[in-house]
């Protein structure tokens, strides 16, 4: 941990640091998430960095201000994934060696992405925790600097230059809503935000299953919470900074959580209006804004999208449980007669009302409904949404069919 102190001043430096280092990201204006929010609503495209997250800023500004002897003796870092890619892109931009260690499951993207930019990357352990532990063992035995993804001073000044920027960007903004994992990025923003504008209101979001910010708001003191899985990995801390629970107790308004099934939401509202991937953490402030109570009503209100390094296959699965919650995928399940041309009489029927087949499966053995001389037909459905779901039911009910919808669980 870097002794020096964070202050505006610091973070004032590092904003003139990373002037040729780093994006300076879009705020857009989206109209439509206004409306759905209730809220003038601007989004900060931090997803937009050329790694796929606001950790460059960090990153970039402590491996700047390294001496020539700690260049040469390398880098490490422990990470879920971001902070490890930024590390490793602005090492291999400056010539520095970089060790990342990620925990097993870190997501398939951020392992290959950082290998890409030259570190070395090893696997370890579960979850974030697991690979601290192993890279400060690691630095210890090859004389390597530790970076810390939030707790050093120089980490959190570069992550507060994303609150200058929005500053710049939205003079008028009365509230911005901030990820928290272990408080590196809402630390340095509230300093820098409430240095220059103490009437803005910093709100800090993390996940429901990892809510170790606000727990250690509430005690007082920096606690470790248990284990837990969710989707947003990019803030799955356990225990947050020493410095950075500091920096959140004197300059943060409030710090909400939200669950899975509402950062999962708002990952896909974010792909269909804004047109733009983010990952779990980055979708964490729309979440927020969309289900807890915030009293920002017809505000100018930021969201910061803090990342937007999803695999693919996270993403395919998020599409498709959010069609089938919009009620726009469906499975039906449909009882026949087994006989020649029964199936070719339900998908005449099914086209007559406009849904598409996407699946079709048979079962005469297993079906708990099925009686012999029967069989039952499950199918995939795409639809325009319930409207669709619940005329095609009724069309197929009057015909002499026993319709059954399935869950997606």
């Not at 998908?347 to 009686?371: G, K, M, V, W, Y």
């Amino acid at each position: 941990m870097d002794g020096s102190p964070v202050d505006v001043a610091a973070i004032e430096t590092a904003r003139l640091r990373l002037r040729d280092a780093i994006v300076e990201t879009p705020c857009a204006y989206s109209q439509t998430l206004s409306e759905l929010t209730h809220v003038r609503c601007f989004v900060k495209l931090e997803n937009l960095q050329m790694t796929g997250s606001f950790k460059e800023r960090g990153a970039a500004n402590l491996l700047l201000q390294l001496g020539a002897d700690e260049r040469r003796r390398g880098v490490i870092a422990a990470s879920a994934g971001n902070h490890g890619l930024a590390v490793a892109f602005h090492a291999q931009r400056l010539g520095i060696p970089a060790t990342i260690v990620m925990p097993e499951y870190a997501p398939l993207i951020k392992v290959t992405s950082a290998r890409r930019y030259g570190a070395e990357v090893i696997l370890h352990g579960d979850n974030y925790d697991d690979a601290y532990e192993r890279a400060c063992a690691i630095a210890a035995e090859r004389g390597r600097l530790f970076v810390h993804p939030f707790d050093d001073t120089r980490v959190i000044a570069g992550q507060g230059t994303l609150g200058l920027e929005l500053l710049e960007q939205l003079p008028d903004v009365e509230a911005m809503l901030v990820p928290v994992g272990g408080g590196g990025l809402i630390g340095g923003v509230a300093l820098a935000v409430k240095a220059k504008r103490p009437d803005v209101r910093v709100i800090g979001v993390q996940s429901a299953a990892l809510p170790a910010m606000s727990r250690s708001l509430e005690r007082g003191e920096r606690l470790r919470v248990d284990a837990a899985a969710t989707m947003a990995d990019g803030i799955a801390v356990r225990q947050v900074g020493e410095l950075t629970l500091e920096l959140a107790r004197r300059w943060v308004d409030r710090v909400v959580t939200v669950d899975e099934e509402e950062l999962a939401n708002a990952v896909l509202l974010l792909l269909e209006i804004e047109k733009t991937v983010v990952e779990g953490a980055g979708a964490a402030p729309l979440a927020a804004l969309l289900n807890r109570r915030l009293d920002l009503e017809g505000r100018r209100v930021a969201l910061v999208l803090s990342g937007g390094n999803i695999d693919v296959t996270m993403l395919a699965r998020i599409i498709e449980r959010g069609l089938v919650k919009d009620g726009r995928l469906v499975r039906l399940g449909v009882l026949l007669r087994d006989i020649p041309g029964a199936l070719a009489r339900l998908t005449a029927l099914i086209a007559e009302e406009r849904a598409n087949i996407l699946q079709i499966l048979h079962d005469r053995a297993f079906s708990p409904h099925a009686s012999i001389g029967q069989t039952e037909v499950e199918l995939t459905l795409e639809t325009s949404g319930p409207e669709q779901i619940a005329a095609l039911k009724r069309h197929l009910e009057a015909s002499g069919y026993r319709v059954e919808e399935r869950s997606a669980s």
